[in-house]
Protein backbone atom coordinates (compact mmCIF):
# COMPACT_ATOMS: atom_id res chain seq x y z
CA UNK A 1 0.00 0.00 0.00
CA UNK A 2 1.61 2.90 -0.88
CA UNK A 3 1.94 5.97 1.37
CA UNK A 4 0.80 9.33 0.95
CA UNK A 5 3.42 12.11 0.54
CA UNK A 6 3.75 14.10 3.37
CA UNK A 7 4.37 17.94 3.89
CA UNK A 8 5.78 19.20 7.30
CA UNK A 9 4.06 23.02 7.31
CA UNK A 10 5.44 25.12 10.28
CA UNK A 11 3.08 27.18 11.06
CA UNK A 12 -0.82 26.81 11.53
CA UNK A 13 -2.32 30.23 11.14
CA UNK A 14 -3.94 32.05 8.28
CA UNK A 15 -0.97 31.16 5.54
CA UNK A 16 -0.63 27.75 6.81
CA UNK A 17 -4.29 26.29 7.10
CA UNK A 18 -5.84 28.36 4.17
CA UNK A 19 -3.23 28.64 1.41
CA UNK A 20 -0.95 26.06 1.94
CA UNK A 21 -3.22 23.76 3.67
CA UNK A 22 -5.45 23.61 0.42
CA UNK A 23 -2.57 23.23 -2.07
CA UNK A 24 -1.61 20.11 -0.15
CA UNK A 25 -4.40 18.90 0.42
CA UNK A 26 -5.71 19.43 -3.23
CA UNK A 27 -2.35 17.33 -4.10
CA UNK A 28 -2.83 14.86 -2.12
CA UNK A 29 -0.58 15.00 0.49
CA UNK A 30 -0.92 14.49 4.18
CA UNK A 31 -0.41 17.44 5.88
CA UNK A 32 1.61 17.67 9.43
CA UNK A 33 0.87 21.17 11.09
CA UNK A 34 3.84 22.27 13.57
CA UNK A 35 2.72 25.59 15.61
CA UNK A 36 3.14 27.11 18.60
CA UNK A 37 -0.42 27.35 19.62
CA UNK A 38 -1.67 24.24 21.63
CA UNK A 39 -5.59 25.09 21.20
CA UNK A 40 -4.98 24.84 17.28
CA UNK A 41 -2.51 21.54 17.78
CA UNK A 42 -5.03 19.87 19.75
CA UNK A 43 -8.51 20.83 17.69
CA UNK A 44 -6.66 19.85 14.22
CA UNK A 45 -6.12 16.23 15.84
CA UNK A 46 -9.52 16.09 17.27
CA UNK A 47 -11.36 16.75 14.39
CA UNK A 48 -8.94 15.26 11.58
CA UNK A 49 -10.81 18.27 9.11
CA UNK A 50 -11.48 21.99 8.64
CA UNK A 51 -13.16 23.83 6.43
CA UNK A 52 -12.39 26.72 4.26
CA UNK A 53 -15.05 29.11 2.82
CA UNK A 54 -14.26 31.11 0.20
CA UNK A 55 -16.26 34.17 -0.41
CA UNK A 56 -16.82 36.55 -3.50
CA UNK A 57 -19.93 39.00 -3.74
CA UNK A 58 -22.40 36.36 -4.92
CA UNK A 59 -21.55 32.71 -3.60
CA UNK A 60 -20.17 31.36 -0.51
CA UNK A 61 -17.94 27.85 -1.55
CA UNK A 62 -16.81 25.49 1.33
CA UNK A 63 -13.85 22.84 0.74
CA UNK A 64 -13.04 20.85 3.96
CA UNK A 65 -9.40 20.43 4.23
CA UNK A 66 -8.38 16.83 5.74
CA UNK A 67 -5.83 14.07 6.03
CA UNK A 68 -3.89 16.60 8.53
CA UNK A 69 -2.45 16.22 12.25
CA UNK A 70 -0.36 18.31 14.11
CA UNK A 71 2.84 18.55 16.55
CA UNK A 72 3.24 21.56 18.77
CA UNK A 73 6.07 23.28 18.00
CA UNK A 74 8.17 21.96 21.35
CA UNK A 75 8.43 18.70 20.15
CA UNK A 76 11.38 18.50 18.22
CA UNK A 77 12.03 14.62 18.16
CA UNK A 78 8.76 13.85 17.28
CA UNK A 79 8.70 16.71 14.49
CA UNK A 80 12.41 15.45 13.61
CA UNK A 81 10.78 12.24 13.02
CA UNK A 82 8.47 13.27 10.73
CA UNK A 83 10.86 15.28 8.65
CA UNK A 84 12.52 12.24 8.14
CA UNK A 85 9.97 11.02 5.29
CA UNK A 86 8.63 14.41 4.08
CA UNK A 87 8.79 15.56 0.81
CA UNK A 88 8.27 18.95 1.58
CA UNK A 89 8.95 21.21 4.31
CA UNK A 90 7.55 24.30 4.22
CA UNK A 91 6.72 27.89 6.40
CA UNK A 92 4.50 30.17 7.57
CA UNK A 93 5.55 31.56 10.39
CA UNK A 94 6.95 35.03 10.20
CA UNK A 95 10.42 36.02 9.16
CA UNK A 96 11.23 36.58 12.88
CA UNK A 97 10.75 33.14 13.64
CA UNK A 98 12.71 31.47 11.14
CA UNK A 99 15.72 31.44 13.61
CA UNK A 100 13.27 29.24 16.17
CA UNK A 101 12.49 26.88 13.39
CA UNK A 102 15.64 26.19 11.79
CA UNK A 103 17.00 24.03 14.64
CA UNK A 104 14.33 21.96 14.40
CA UNK A 105 14.76 21.82 10.83
CA UNK A 106 18.53 20.73 10.80
CA UNK A 107 17.53 18.16 13.37
CA UNK A 108 15.09 16.41 11.18
CA UNK A 109 17.43 16.55 8.25
CA UNK A 110 20.36 14.80 10.03
CA UNK A 111 18.08 12.06 11.54
CA UNK A 112 16.59 11.92 7.27
CA UNK A 113 20.72 11.22 6.95
CA UNK A 114 20.77 9.13 10.15
CA UNK A 115 17.97 7.27 8.48
CA UNK A 116 19.92 6.45 5.03
CA UNK A 117 17.12 9.07 3.21
CA UNK A 118 19.54 11.05 1.14
CA UNK A 119 16.19 12.05 -1.16
CA UNK A 120 16.63 15.68 -1.58
CA UNK A 121 13.76 17.76 0.84
CA UNK A 122 12.02 20.67 -1.12
CA UNK A 123 11.77 23.64 1.55
CA UNK A 124 9.04 25.94 0.45
CA UNK A 125 9.56 29.50 2.58
CA UNK A 126 5.99 31.68 2.64
CA UNK A 127 7.38 34.15 4.53
CA UNK A 128 6.89 38.49 3.28
CA UNK A 129 10.33 38.93 3.40
CA UNK A 130 12.91 39.32 0.18
CA UNK A 131 15.09 36.58 0.34
CA UNK A 132 13.75 34.83 3.00
CA UNK A 133 14.66 32.05 1.31
CA UNK A 134 18.26 32.34 2.28
CA UNK A 135 17.77 34.03 5.54
CA UNK A 136 16.42 30.86 6.58
CA UNK A 137 18.98 28.60 4.58
CA UNK A 138 21.88 30.84 6.42
CA UNK A 139 19.95 29.45 10.15
CA UNK A 140 19.92 25.98 9.08
CA UNK A 141 23.68 25.81 7.90
CA UNK A 142 24.84 27.04 10.99
CA UNK A 143 22.70 24.85 12.99
CA UNK A 144 23.81 21.98 10.78
CA UNK A 145 27.65 23.06 11.07
CA UNK A 146 27.45 23.03 15.11
CA UNK A 147 26.18 19.20 14.14
CA UNK A 148 29.23 18.14 13.24
CA UNK A 149 32.19 21.19 11.63
CA UNK A 150 33.92 18.55 9.92
CA UNK A 151 31.04 18.23 6.99
CA UNK A 152 31.20 22.23 7.08
CA UNK A 153 32.04 22.42 3.01
CA UNK A 154 30.21 19.44 2.05
CA UNK A 155 26.92 21.30 4.09
CA UNK A 156 27.28 24.45 2.52
CA UNK A 157 27.12 22.59 -1.15
CA UNK A 158 24.09 20.64 -0.04
CA UNK A 159 22.47 23.96 0.95
CA UNK A 160 23.25 26.21 -1.97
CA UNK A 161 20.74 24.54 -4.38
Not at 48 to 75: F, G, H, S, W
Request: charged letters at 25%.
Amino acid sequence: MLTPKKVVQFGAGNIGRSFLGQLYYESGFEVVFVDINQVIVDNINKYRKYPIRIVDNETCTEIVIENIRALNADNIEAISREICDAAILSTAVGINNLEKISKTIACGIIKRWEANNFEPINIIVCENHIEADNYLRNFILHELCRFDKQKKNCLRELLVS
